[in-house]
């Protein structure tokens, strides 16, 4: 196949995968509104799943064309993001049985197509590597980090359910943390007690969605940074340099590593630790492009658009 | 009265010995910790850092005043400023008091069973209902060990657990963290690092200049030394070997980009045998007995005097021409530019075509051949639009330029070799290993459940799981359901 013909295959399948997702906003969408229309909801997850295949597909034969892991621009970078949301998302619905908030993690991953599809050409084009980059360093040091940002994302929405549900939905004035207790029925009479410590039982899931979503998050993110420094070691004798990504990823890091040791306390309240995986996400958004769109300079330049 | 005094002192001390670990073992210290370490390493990754951009940036940007202040304020080099280095010192205490008092005395929990607790005790738990069982706690034991649970019954009561080894990952990453940070100040005290630019057949030896960390470049092998860049504080020894590079070349892609660097280096010992031999590139080193060299750069560079102090720049490509900048003030520099003589330009073009034709290593060591080149100097303003002649200096020659002497002693193409020792690696990359696979083990949670007949003749059974509670009710339920249907 030659490469114009690779290309446009390419260009197909991630308008369809973006496509699909559009098309999956609305199914949760009217779910979410309805929550009888269950069949709705798996439409959603099933134009999800179709996303994600054109998705690899396209990333197939990007890869063929550059005949190495295709993670050398920015809109590269943005692809394997939104894959990863779409791959995270889809595992934690079938995991955690999530019902609520589909539609917003597709309404993000449209941005993020479009965002990506927007970018001029000079950040889309297969182009050559410099010497620095061409490692397979490089494909175990970004698709963690990614997969963590994808993650974190994730968690994020679900923190906004949280506030969403305990600020605005319970506006009783009613501050005190109490227990709620819930009693189920199984077969025979035989009745099931059970308490969580928050305001609601939704409450109390869209705090463990976020808190899966850490503890997912934060050993990759982990791995991600470790793997950055063994990489710049191996390439510039050097673990770490003080570099802004490389700082700011550390920022995330000491971030995360706050709320993880929060919810040590069980006093903590589902609040703050709700504010904190948002302030979490904000800085991952530095992180990952905020450090060239800001320009606090330094050796990650790739992200940089002129 | 002295053995009194004594006696408060030591009290005094116990006090403050007791304070200083209650202090240093808390969360609450390691969370303000992290939450004023991400604010302090957001400040310095806002603000341009001294170290990458420059002093005289800086000066630009802020002023001469404020930049003064921002200095004594630590603001200018937060990553090496006395409060940031105080924060993380306060965050390794915290982590060591903590670990040892708080984390690993826990790993016992992993392996323990749980405390038998009442009836009564059983009915506060998370989660909890009342059965019937014709069978009693063995038909719950037999569930409980298909989902893997550990049991224990005794008498009237029934003790399960499963996922104890979770609690093992806290002490895992901590120790993990705790040899990171050893082997971290075995490198500072025992380790070093450096640059040296080297000509083909040519080589270095590591030598401790002390302030001094310009290499010397000779044409006598035993002056041919680089320097290290140690700790004041230095602990180390410097290996006597000889390296040397038997070849260096690039090979370029179709476009002329450079593609790869390359130097093949024999490493002797003091009595010139040979002990190793290898040809690095970037992202490929050269690792041998605790000294590690790397390809760095590559290119041409440019013996300069200035005042007959002799260094060696980097030529850069600019605009088509090969030359040094060198700034001189807010908007005008000294531009340095090496011309070959016309029949030798020919002549390096037809190489450079016929080589780069066939994508082929360029070799190098054949440009300092070229021995009729000259530096032309000029003037030119910050963007590069006016520039002004100043002169040339021949090669091997000097010119008084105003209160400046420049010399010129031709240019070679060198390759540029970093070197480092790192001898903590071998707790480093221990230590790495244990933080990842630490954060795995603490993924889970542990689950316990209790259960008791009792004077009614009823099972009254509860649970409890450290972490997330949901995945757990889930499990509950799903137990219960099955040996009530049953
Ligand atoms: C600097 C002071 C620190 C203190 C005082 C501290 C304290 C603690 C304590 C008391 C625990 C609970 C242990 C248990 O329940 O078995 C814990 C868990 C943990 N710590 Fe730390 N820690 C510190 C630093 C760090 C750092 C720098 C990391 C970075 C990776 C870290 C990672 C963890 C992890 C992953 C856990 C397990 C969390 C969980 O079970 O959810 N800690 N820490």
């Known amino acids: ?306 | 009265m002295r053995a009194e005094t004594s006696k408060k002192i030591k009290n005094l001390f116990k006090i403050t010995y007791k304070a200083f670990l209650d202090e240093f073992s808390s969360v609450k210290l390691a969370i303000t910790l992290f939450i004023f370490l991400a604010i302090t390493t957001l400040i310095g990754t806002i603000l341009s850092e001294e170290p990458m951009v420059g002093a005289a940036e800086l000066v630009k940007k802020y002023g001469l005043e404020k930049y003064h202040l921002l200095k004594s304020l630590g603001l200018t080099d937060v990553f090496h400023s006395w409060w940031y280095l105080a924060l993380l010192t306060a965050l390794g205490i915290n982590l060591i008091v903590a670990s040892f008092k708080r984390v690993f005395p826990k790993w016992r929990i992993a392996f323990a069973w749980p405390i038998e607790i009442e009836e009564s005790n059983i009915k506060k738990l998370p989660i909890h209902c009342e059965i019937s069982l014709n069978k009693g706690l063995k038909t719950l034991e037999e569930k409980l060990k298909e989902k893997n649970y550990k049991t224990k019954i005794n008498g009237k009561n029934l003790l399960a657990v499963k996922g104890g080894w979770h609690r093992l990952g806290a002490s895992v990453t901590h120790v993990g963290i705790l040899t990171l940070l050893i082997g971290c100040a075995i490198t500072t005290l025992t380790g070093f690092n450096g640059m040296a630019q080297v000509a083909e057949n040519e080589g270095f030896y590591l030598t401790d200049l002390g302030d001094k960390s310009v290499q010397l470049r000779s044409i006598e092998p035993e002056n041919w030394l680089a320097p290290i860049s140690k700790m004041p504080l230095w602990l180390g020894r410097i290996p006597s070997y000889l390296v040397k590079v038997n070849k260096t070349w690039r090979v370029d892609y179709e476009s002329g980009q450079p593609k790869q660097w390359y130097s093949d280096l024999s490493v002797f010992d003091q009595n010139k045998k040979e002990l190793f031999r290898k040809t690095i590139h970037v992202n490929e080193p050269l690792e041998f007995r605790g000294l590690d060299i790397y390809q760095s750069n590559w290119g041409k560079f440019s013996q300069i005097s200035f005042n007959n102090e002799t260094i060696t720049l980097p030529l850069e490509n600019f605009r088509g021409e090969d030359v040094v900048i060198l700034p001189l003030g807010e908007d005008v520099g000294l531009k340095l530019k090496v011309v070959q003589r016309l029949e030798s330009r020919e002549q390096r073009a037809e190489k450079n075509l016929t080589s780069s034709a066939k994508g082929g290593p360029t070799s190098s060591g054949h440009l300092s051949a070229l021995t009729s080149d000259v530096l032309e100097l000029y003037s030119i303003s910050n963007d590069g639009s006016k520039q002004k002649y100043l002169g040339r200096v021949e090669k091997n020659k000097k010119l008084q330029l105003g209160p400046m002497n420049i010399g010129y002693f031709g240019t070679q193409t060198l390759t540029g070799l970093q070197f480092k020792s790192n001898p903590g690696s071998i707790l480093i990359y221990p230590g790495l290993f244990f933080i990842i696979a630490g954060v795995f083990i603490a993924f889970g949670s542990r689950k316990q459940i209790w259960a008791a007949v009792n004077e009614s003749n009823k099972i009254v059974i509860g649970g409890n799981s450290d972490r997330a509670k949901g995945k757990f009710f889930q499990e509950f339920e799903e137990i219960v359901s099955k040996i009530v249907i049953e």
């Open chain 1, 1 to 306: 196949m030659d490469m114009l013909k690779i290309s446009q295959n390419e260009i197909l399948c991630f308008n369809i995968s973006g496509f699909s997702v559009f098309i999956a906003i609305w199914f949760y969408a009217i779910s979410w509104l309805n929550s009888r229309l269950i069949l709705l909801k798996k439409l959603g997850s099933f134009f999800l799943m179709t996303s994600l295949f054109f998705l690899t597909v396209a990333l197939v034969f990007r890869g063929i064309a550059l005949n190495f892991f295709p993670l050398t621009n920015l809109y590269e970078s943005l692809i394997i993001f939104a894959w990863a949301v779409i791959a995270a998302y889809l595992f934690l619905e079938w995991k955690f049985k999530i019902d609520s908030f589909g539609w917003v993690v597709s309404a993000f991953l449209l941005m993020v197509f479009l965002y990506a599809s927007w970018l001029p050409p000079s950040q889309k084009q297969i182009a050559p590597l410099v010497p620095a980059l061409q490692s397979y360093w490089r494909t175990i040091h970004v698709p963690p980090l990614l997969m963590s940002y994808a993650l974190f994302v994730i968690g994020a929405f679900s923190s906004i359910g949280y506030l969403f549900e305990t600020k605005i939905l319970n506006k009783s004035g009613d501050k005190a943390r109490r227990d709620i207790r819930t009693t189920k029925e199984i077969t025979n009479g035989v009745k099931i007690n059970s308490y969580v410590r928050e305001i609601s039982e939704k409450a109390h899931f869209f705090d463990e969605v976020t808190y899966r979503c850490v503890t997912f998050g934060f050993p990759l993110l982990t791995i991600g940074i470790i793997n950055g420094a063994l990489w710049a070691n191996h390439a510039w004798g050097a673990l770490w340099q003080w570099d802004p990504k490389e700082t700011m990823a550390l920022v995330t890091w000491f971030i995360y590593a706050a709320y993880l040791h929060f919810r040590l306390n069980t006093k903590v309240s589902g609040n703050v630790l709700s504010l904190i995986s948002l302030i979490g996400v904000a800085m991952v958004y530095l992180t990952y492009l905020g450090v060239n769109q800001f320009n606090f300079g330094g050796l990650h330049t790739y992200g940089k658009i002129d």
